[in-house]
């Protein structure tokens, strides 16, 4: 597996952090990606598994990384449910999504550096080049803002729908729970018999490390920041009112 530039010094700077759940649940997203990798053509199932393995340890991660840094809220995420593991997918789908926008509409261009300043160990900061001329715009802490509609914050609600309705499930629950059973019809034989993966699942270890390397990105992010940051807040709130852990609250219902 080759990694880039800035993928290998997030990575790196995440083993030097100090010794804690979050830290190893990332160090065991990367291990699991470099087995399943070996595995392809040779027991594609297994293969398939460690991918999935992979991203639900990075989704441990960042509940672990909330938790450690006592967000509010945050003593309600569960990184032992599978159901709030592959719901940290679809909020974060949804999240690239609607920044994805930002960019597209507003000429937006975020880019991710390594900053070393004279300090040791660098720290991961998001540069904006924004739309109004070649000014760039890099701040203290990456989340430190927060995404409204109206006077009400996002729950990112609509979007959430939409990722459920384009996948063809009934609401984003639906959703999230079928993409938590997907190990299951990997592992374990059914009325249709027993399960076989044919083809090396070369796509999915793909799309699986790409997602494992935007956690990594998120969970430094937050890591090396022990103050707390806005929009991790915010993020945290939609996340359970999604889930149905906690009404919307202050949320906005519909955006």
Not at 12 to 30: E, G, H, T, Y
Not at 90 to 106: C, E, W
Not at 146 to 164: C, N, P
Request: proline letters at 5%; aromatic letters at 8%.
């Amino acid at each position: 597996m080759e990694f880039e530039e800035i993928e290998l010094g997030v990575i790196q700077r995440i083993k030097k952090l100090p010794k804690c759940k979050s830290r190893f649940c990332f160090q065991s997203a990367v291990h699991h990606l470099e087995k399943a990798e070996k595995l392809l053509g040779v027991d594609n199932a297994m293969a398939a598994f460690r991918a999935i393995t992979a991203e639900e340890e990075a989704a441990t991660g960042l509940m672990c990384c909330l938790q450690e840094l006592n967000y509010p809220n945050a003593d309600k995420l569960q990184p032992r449910s599978h159901l709030h593991k592959n719901a940290v997918a679809a909020l974060l789908a949804v999240l690239g999504h609607d920044f994805g926008l930002l960019i597209r509409d507003h000429g937006f261009e975020f880019t991710l550096v390594m900053k070393k300043d004279g300090l040791e160990p660098p720290t991961l900061h998001i540069r904006n080049k924004a739309f109004f001329g070649d000014h760039v715009m890099v701040p203290d802490m990456p989340f430190n803002f927060l995404a409204s509609t109206g006077d009400k914050l996002r729950s990112f609600s609509t979007s959430l729908s939409v990722l459920a309705t384009e996948a063809g499930a009934k609401n984003i629950l639906d959703y999230i729970r079928r993409e938590a059973n997907i190990r299951n019809h990997i592992l374990y034989a059914s009325g249709m018999g027993v399960p076989m993966v044919l083809d090396p699942p070369a796509q999915l270890l793909n799309a699986k490390w790409k997602r494992v390397i935007a956690c990594h990105y998120i969970y430094l992010s937050i890591k090396q920041y022990p103050s707390h940051q806005l929009f991790l807040q915010q993020a945290i709130d939609a996340f359970l009112a999604m889930l149905k852990v906690l009404p919307m609250g202050e949320l906005h219902p519909e955006s």
